[in-house]
């Protein structure tokens, strides 16, 4: 399973937690990878539009030239803050979540069809008063961004990996795992790679 990826090529695509590299070197080290491209941007959703749209996750992706071997999409956790509109797996309005999000992955299948895109949902969170069960601007709670994530998996057949439920990030953890309750520490992003290596391993 190690070998699978090794002298492979891996882009990681999301927010700030993402951008801060943490995960990445980890994964990395186990899995042998050739070469990781960061495209991670702190502050951004993956929706297109307002001040973050040069840098949206979705814009980082269409940008990726050439596609590698792996491309994961860590993204959603900026998306319910700022109150982004969800859409549906059939909008293509690139101003929404689900529109967004199709937009990304459809190009990435359409440039190199054999790469393996996976997504990440979102991780728990507890900071500045935006938590799992607070409603944003648009209606939406943490979770909804969360269940579209794998909707998508399931609509394009790519795999999911469900940190939101199983990486022990929870309103208890937070503290031991984050620097602020939203960003992973160095303990945070040791849960994240262990995950992330079996979980890419397999694919």
């Known amino acids: 399973m190690k070998m699978r990826w090794t002298n492979r090529t891996w882009a990681t695509l999301g927010d700030s937690i993402t951008d801060a590299n943490g995960y990445q070197p980890l994964v990395a080290e186990r899995l042998q990878f050739a070469a990781v491209v960061n495209l991670g941007r702190s502050g951004t959703p993956m929706t297109a539009g307002g001040e973050t749209d040069a840098h949206a996750t979705v ?18 956790t900026n998306d319910y803050r700022l109150g982004k509109p969800l859409g549906s797996l ?15 992955i459809e190009s990435l299948l359409e440039r190199r069809p054999d790469s393996r895109v996976n997504l990440w949902t979102p991780l728990q969170r ?10 944003n601007h648009a209606g939406f ?26 990486s022990g990030f929870t309103r208890q953890t937070l503290g031991f795992f984050t620097t602020d309750r939203l960003h992973p520490n160095e303990a945070g992003f040791r ?12 694919l």
């Open 59 to 76: 814009r980082m992706g269409l940008g990726l030239h050439p596609v590698p071997d792996c491309v994961t999409v860590f993204a959603g």
């Open 90 to 104: 059939h909008c293509k309005d690139d101003g929404t979540f689900c529109g967004a999000y199709g937009k990304l």
């Open 126 to 135: 507890d900071k500045d008063g935006w938590d799992k069960e607070r409603r």
């Open 141 to 166: 709670r943490l979770d909804d961004y969360v269940e579209a994530v794998k909707a998508i998996g399931r609509h394009y057949a790519l795999p999911v990996l469900d940190l939101y439920a199983e």
């Open 191 to 202: 849960r994240i790679a262990d995950m992330a290596a079996a979980f890419l391993a397999r």
